[in-house]
C-alpha cells in the first residue's frame, strides 16, 4: 500500500526511506523529499533560535533582578550555553547565523518578551548589550 505525503507523512517517510535503501530511486516522491530536507534545516534553526532566546532571556533576568540570583539560575544559564554549544558542534554551518542580523534580532526579540512575562519588568534593553563571543562564555555573567 502506498502512502502519500499528504495522509500521512511518517508512512510516506518509512515509505521513502525503505525505497532509498532498496535503490528504487525511480519511485522515490523527490520533490517532498527535496522539501523534507530544507525542513530538516528550518527545524535545526529554530531549535537554535529557542536555545539561543531562553539563554539571553535568562542573562537579562539575572542582570535585571540582582536580589533574586541563584546557584540553580546560574545552573540553567550553563545548561543552556551547553546546549547551544552541543547544537553547533552538531550542525557547524548554524555558526554563520549567529552573525545574521535579521535572525538575531528576532531572537532578541523573543528573549525580551519572555525575560518581560517572566520578571514583570519592562524597559529591558532594545538590542543586545552583550557580544555573542560573551553570550556564548561559558564564565560570562552579566553584572
Partial sequence: MSATYESDVVAWANEQAALLRAGSFSALDIEHIADEVEDVGKSEKRELASRMAVLLAHL????????????????????????????????????????????????????????????????????????????????????
Wanted: net charge negative.
Fill in 60 to 143: 537579562l533576568e539575572w542582570r535585571a533582578q540582582v536580589a533574586n540570583r541563584s546557584a540553580s539560575w546560574e545552573v540553567t544559564i550553563r545548561v543552556q550555553r551547553k546546549a547551544v554549544a552541543a547544537h553547533l558542534e552538531d550542525a557547524p554551518s548554524l555558526k554563520a547565523i549567529l552573525r545574521d542580523d535579521r535572525w538575531f534580532s528576532g531572537v532578541w526579540g523573543d528573549a525580551v518578551d519572555q525575560a518581560t512575562k517572566e520578571t514583570g519588568l519592562a524597559g529591558f534593553p532594545e538590542a543586545c548589550p552583550w557580544s555573542m563571543e560573551q553570550v556564548l562564555d561559558p564564565g560570562f555573567l552579566p553584572g
